[in-house]
Nanobody, 123 residues
């Protein structure tokens, strides 16, 4: 079992920045590829970013490429999502997820999910 807890969400003005964090426990963190997804009533669950077990390979959705950065610290069992130049359309509940496999953009390839953290971007 893996438990994931997101933090760092909140209200921010368009153009601003937020840094989301995900703390993992239960199993060795380095066993998992990690990802961030977001969900809105209109879009459902949408891929945002993912990285492999070592953190050496990253992939981003086109909508966030160049603005968001995913990273991990295996020594601290944490993954982060640095979000810059935020837009109103970034408003969503953001979820941290762990996959016991390769990096993936598919939500159904992830085995564990956090509770989510709300990000609201005002304009």
């Amino acid at each position: 079992q893996v438990q994931l807890v997101e933090s760092g969400g909140g209200l921010v003005q368009a153009g601003g920045s937020l840094r989301l964090s995900c703390a993992a426990s239960g199993r060795p963190f380095s066993w998992y590829a990690m990802g961030w997804f977001r969900q809105t009533p209109g879009k459902g669950r949408e891929f945002v970013a993912t990285l492999n077990r070592s953190g050496g390979s990253t992939f981003y959705a086109d909508s966030v490429k160049g603005r968001f950065t995913i990273s991990r610290d295996n020594a601290k069992n944490t993954v982060h999502l640095q979000m810059n130049s935020l837009k109103a359309e970034d408003t969503a509940v953001y979820y941290c997820a762990a996959a016991r496999g390769m990096v993936s953009q598919r939500s159904d390839e992830y085995d564990y999910w956090g509770q989510g953290t709300q990000v609201t971007v005002s304009s």
